[in-house]
């Protein structure tokens, strides 16, 4: 059985996520991810060549967010 996102983050938590993890755990596409990188909505930083999106940048995007309204 594969073990989902949420409960492997749970396990091990991590600090930063690449641009595929990022994807992954906002439900998102990456010309999304890379949309809200552009407008300032979600941050990221620079390891060498590599683009890392904070677990602090990615909850607070999320916890920004309105909650859903039933139709």
């Given at each position: 059985m594969q073990m989902t996102l949420s409960r492997k983050l749970r396990q091990n938590p991590k600090i930063s996520y690449t641009t595929p993890e990022a994807c992954a755990a906002l439900g998102i596409g990456k010309t999304k991810l890379?949309?809200?990188l552009a407008r300032?909505?979600?941050?990221?930083v620079k390891v060498g060549a590599?683009?890392?999106f904070t677990d602090e940048s990615l909850?607070?995007?999320?916890?920004?967010?309105?909650?859903a309204r039933a139709a």
């Open positions: 890379f949309e809200l300032g909505q979600i941050k990221a590599r683009l890392l909850r607070n995007f999320v916890n920004s967010l309105p909650e």
